[in-house]
C-alpha cells in the first residue's frame, strides 16, 4: 500500500516543521529544513510507484515486451523521478549555504542559540 | 558556547509549534489520501517519454531524454541555482581578505581590544598567554600534525592527530577509488544512468572526498584549489547555455536536438543528451566539490578573546 508512504512522508514533514519551530540550536533548525526536504523526496517517489513496475528504462525490458508495451503497463513515472532528482540537487546546494551561513553566525555570536542572535532587534 | 547543549536544551514555544506542526501534518494528510495511488495509469505526459525517448533521442533512459531533453530548459535553470548557491557558499566561506588604508578596523579593534581587556577587565597576563597559546595551536599548529599516522604505534593514548588515515584504509580507497570513477564516467557517458550528469557528479564527489579521508588534505590541497575548480565548474556552466542557445539557433527551440543521433546504446546516442549530461557532470561535480571543501576548510574568524 503505497499510501502508507505518502503518509510517512507528511509525518516526516511536520516533524522537519516542527523542528524548525521548536529548536533554538541552530543547527538543528538546518537539519529540520533537510528533512522537510527529505519528506518531499520520499513523496515524489512514492507517487513514482506503479504495482509490479519495473524501472523507466528501455533496454532489456522484462518479460520479453517491447517499449510500447511496456510504456502502457506499468512503469514508474520517469517524470517524477525527474522532479525528485532536481530537488534532491537544488536540497544538496541550499543546505550548503545553510550550514555555511550557521557556521559564520557560531563564529560571530559565539553561541548556536537562535535567541543570541538578536542583533538586527531595535 | 553561552549555552549548555547537552544539559537542558531550550525550546521554543513547544506546544504552539506542535499544534501548527500538527495542523499543517493533518492537512498533508488529507491531501495525500487524494493523490494517485500504484494502480492509476501513468500520466500522458509520462507515456509519452516513454515512447518518445527512441525515435526522438535514441537513448533507452527517459529519465535522461526528460531531464537534458523534454525539460531542458527547468535544468538549465536548474544548473544555475547550484552555480547561485556554489558561489554562496564559496563568498561566505572564503577567508576575510587583509584590507589596508582605511578599512583596517579589524586590526584596530584586536588592539583597542587587547588594552581594554589588560585594563579594565582584569585579564591577567597568564590567561592572556593562554589565550595566545591557544590562538597559536589553532591557527599555525596545524602544520605540525603528522600527515600519516603510520610512525605512531597502534594503541597510542590519545587523539589521533594525523590528517590521513591507516595503510589499511588508503589501500583500500586508492582500490575502489579508480573503479568508481571509470564506472561513473562510463555511465555518464554513454547515458545508462537516469539522470546522467547529476549522479556522475555525485559519484566524483564521492571519490574525492574518499581521497580526502585517506590521504588526508595536504595531499588533495593543490587539486582540489578553487583555482583549478571554478573554471571548469564556470565552462560546464558556459557549455549548457550554449547548448540551449545553438538548439534556439539551429533547431528552432531552446535545448532542442541539433545534432545526428547515433544508433542507441553508443556513446553518440541521445545528440545534445550526452553534450548536456557531460557539461552538468564537470559543473555538478566541482560545484559540489568546491562547496564541500569550502565548508570543511572554514578558517576560524574570531577573535582571541571574547568581546563580551
Not at chain 2, 541521445?270 to 559543473?283: D, P, R
Request: hydrophobic residues 50%.
Amino acid at each position: 500500500m503505497i499510501v502508507g508512504n505518502y503518509l510517512v512522508a507528511a509525518g516526516i514533514f511536520a516533524l522537519g516543521l516542527y523542528t524548525v519551530l521548536t529548536r533554538r540550536n541552530i543547527v538543528k533548525i538546518v537539519m529540520g529544513l533537510s528533512l522537510m526536504e527529505a519528506s518531499g523526496y520520499l513523496l515524489l517517489l512514492s507517487m513514482a510507484y506503479r504495482a509490479r513496475s519495473t524501472a523507466p528504462v528501455l533496454l532489456d525490458p522484462p518479460h520479453g515486451e517491447t517499449t510500447t508495451q511496456l510504456a502502457h503497463g506499468s512503469v514508474a513515472d520517469p517524470m517524477l523521478q525527474n522532479i525528485c532528482l532536481t530537488a534532491i540537487v537544488i536540497g544538496v546546494a541550499i543546505t550548503g549555504v545553510f550550514l555555511a551561513i550557521v557556521v559564520r553566525l557560531v563564529q560571530h555570536y559565539r553561541s548556536v542559540d537562535a535567541d543570541d542572535i538578536r542583533a538586527l532587534r531595535g | 558556547m553561552t549555552t549548555s547543549l547537552h544539559a537542558c536544551e531550550p525550546h521554543h514555544h513547544r506546544w504552539a509549534g506542535a499544534v501548527i506542526a500538527g495542523a499543517i501534518g493533518a492537512i498533508l494528510v488529507v491531501v495525500a489520501l487524494g493523490l494517485p495511488r500504484e494502480h492509476a495509469p501513468l500520466p500522458a505526459i509520462a507515456r509519452r517519454a516513454m515512447l518518445g525517448a527512441l525515435p526522438d533521442w535514441h537513448t533507452t533512459e527517459p529519465v535522461n531524454a526528460i531531464v537534458y531533453g523534454y525539460r531542458g530548459f527547468d535544468t538549465f535553470g536548474e544548473t544555475f541555482i547550484l552555480l547561485a548557491a556554489v558561489v554562496g557558499i564559496g563568498l561566505l566561506t572564503r577567508r576575510k581578505e587583509s584590507r589596508s588604508g582605511f578599512l583596517g578596523e579589524d586590526l584596530a579593534h584586536d588592539a583597542e581590544q587587547r588594552r581594554v581587556h589588560v585594563g579594565e577587565h582584569g585579564v591577567t597576563l597568564s590567561e592572556r598567554e593562554a589565550l595566545e597559546a591557544e590562538a597559536h595551536e589553532v591557527g599555525e599548529g596545524r602544520d605540525v600534525w603528522p600527515l600519516l599516522p603510520d610512525a605512531e604505534s597502534v594503541g597510542t593514548p590519545g587523539p589521533e592527530r594525523a590528517e590521513a588515515m591507516t595503510v589499511i584504509v588508503r589501500a583500500g580507497i586508492r582500490v575502489v577509488a579508480p573503479i568508481l570513477t571509470v564506472a561513473g564516467l562510463y555511465l555518464v557517458a554513454w547515458g545508462y544512468s537516469p539522470g546522467g550528469g547529476f549522479p556522475g557528479g555525485a559519484v566524483a564527489l564521492g571519490v574525492i572526498l574518499l581521497m580526502y579521508l585517506s590521504v588526508g588534505y595536504r595531499r588533495l590541497r593543490r587539486a582540489v584549489r578553487p583555482e583549478v575548480m571554478e573554471p571548469i565548474e564556470l565552462a560546464g556552466a558556459l557549455a549548457i547555455a550554449a547548448l540551449v542557445v545553438a538548439g534556439l539557433l539551429f533547431a528552432g527551440s531552446v535545448t532542442a536536438n541539433f545534432l545526428p543521433l547515433g544508433p542507441p546504446e553508443t556513446i553518440r546516442s541521445g545528440g545534445i543528451l550526452q553534450l548536456f549530461s557531460v557539461s552538468e557532470l564537470l559543473e555538478v561535480g566541482t560545484g559540489l566539490t568546491l562547496a564541500a571543501f569550502g565548508l570543511l576548510t572554514m578558517g576560524h574568524e574570531w577573535s582571541a578573546v571574547d568581546p563580551e
